[in-house]
Nanobody, 123 residues
Framework: VQLQASGGGLVQAGGSLRLSCAAS??????????MGWFRQAPGMEREFVAS????????YYADSVRGRFTISRDKAMNTVYLQMDSLKPEDTAVYFC???????????????WGQGTLVTVSS
């Protein structure tokens, strides 16, 4: 699975951004996949943000973003979205999308990664 992330940028605290992750590959693969968003701030480890089961649509969130971020997928467009509302300066990071056939929240269980997109939240 090839992944292409986009949508990052500079936003003030309290604002919103929507990230997109376009996926390509054999269509039958997607039904077994979990698609996830992770982020990595400077000097920090990559951390889980949110994930979604492609087939069932079940969603999972890190405690730090639950209630502010929403992950969704558009099967027709083979795209996963991360709607980020009420952004805080501590959300500043490079955001990555990833695909997994084995895990839900652990970065090392995700086999395919897109390039990152930078989100900067100013105070």
């Amino acid at each position: 699975v090839q992944l292409q992330a986009s949508g990052g940028g500079l936003v003030q605290a309290g604002g919103s951004l929507r990230l997109s992750c376009a996926a390509s590959g054999p269509g039958r693969i997607f039904s077994s996949k979990v698609m996830g968003w992770f982020r990595q701030a400077p000097g920090m480890e990559r951390e889980f943000v949110a994930s979604i089961r492609w087939g069932a649509g079940t969603t999972y969130y890190a405690d730090s973003v639950r209630g502010r971020f929403t992950i969704s997928r558009d099967k027709a467009m083979n795209t996963v979205y991360l709607q980020m509302d009420s952004l805080k300066p501590e959300d500043t990071a490079v955001y990555f999308c990833a695909a997994s056939s084995r895990g839900i929240t652990t970065p090392r269980m995700f086999e395919d990664w897109g390039q990152g997109t930078l989100v900067t939240v100013s105070s």
